[in-house]
């Protein structure tokens, strides 16, 4: 089946810092792929869209300066959290689809998380 | 817009009974839908999908589902839990045509032995 990887898998950063997480489909070309968080104990939250060459579609309520989300590829997906605070602890985790138009049953497949803890 | 409601944060059920856990999607249109799971400190992976061809739909490790549209209902099952099936479980829901899931509260399911 089809793998996403995410790097790294913990982060601890001083408040301030800014903190890159990768996510890569290693065995599949994804033409989108997506960033959610996730709070202790609750659900993903969808944090923004990403197609490779384009910019990112960001939900409401999620600060685009402040999660950089770049596409660069059809492999590799970053997330940086800029002037990282505590409150932006979190589970952060991607996700990659193979989906074209025309075939939107395409499964979302996720990669294994990142948590970051800002101190 | 689409929502998604898992009844039951917390299921608990001892190893070799039935596994039934609760999901009810709100749309307009009948949706696509999902059911993941997540093992401790790990990303989703996904148990099986309904979209629009057969309304019982057979999954990984034994799980199945069944869409109802009458009832709005996607409710997993598994007719003998392992104590390997303990995990916190997400029910989705996408839009016709989209890819964006709106994943619902979760579910943690416990097995006793």
């Known amino acids: 089946g089809a793998v996403v990887s995410q790097h790294p898998s913990r982060v601890i950063c001083k408040s301030g810092t800014s903190v890159k997480i990768e996510c890569r489909s290693l065995?599949?070309?994804?033409?989108?792929m997506f960033w959610y968080r996730q709070f202790p104990k609750q659900s993903l939250m969808l944090m923004a869209t990403?197609?490779?060459?384009?910019?990112?579609?960001?939900e409401q309520g999620v600060e685009k300066d402040k999660f950089l989300i770049n596409h660069a590829s059809l492999t590799l997906s970053t997330l940086t959290v800029t002037s990282a605070h505590p409150e932006d602890s979190s589970f952060y985790i991607c996700?990659?689809?193979?989906?074209?138009?025309?075939?939107?049953?395409?499964?979302?497949?996720f990669g294994p998380g990142t948590r970051l803890t800002v101190l | 817009a689409q929502s998604v409601t898992q009844l039951g944060s917390h299921v608990s059920v001892s190893e070799g009974a039935l596994v039934l856990l609760r999901c009810n999607y709100s749309?307009?249109?009948?949706?696509?839908l999902f059911w993941y799971v997540q093992y401790p400190n790990q990303g989703l992976q996904l148990l099986l999908k309904?979209?629009?061809?057969?309304?019982l739909v057979k999954g990984i490790n034994g799980f199945e589902a069944e869409f109802k549209k009458s009832e709005t209902s996607f409710h997993l099952t598994k007719p003998s839990a392992h104590m390997s099936d303990a995990a916190e479980y997400f029910c989705?829901?996408?839009?016709?045509?989209?890819?964006?899931?709106?994943f619902g509260q979760g579910t943690r399911l416990t097995i006793n032995p």
């Open positions: 749309s307009s249109v009948p949706p696509y």
């Open positions: 996700s990659a689809t193979l989906a074209r138009p025309g075939n939107p049953t395409d499964t979302q497949y």
């Open positions: 309904y979209t629009s061809a057969a309304t």
């Open positions: 065995d599949f070309q994804a033409t989108t």
């Open positions: 989705a829901v996408s839009p016709q045509g989209a890819q964006k899931l709106v």
């Open positions: 990403s197609n490779e060459g384009s910019k990112a579609t960001y």
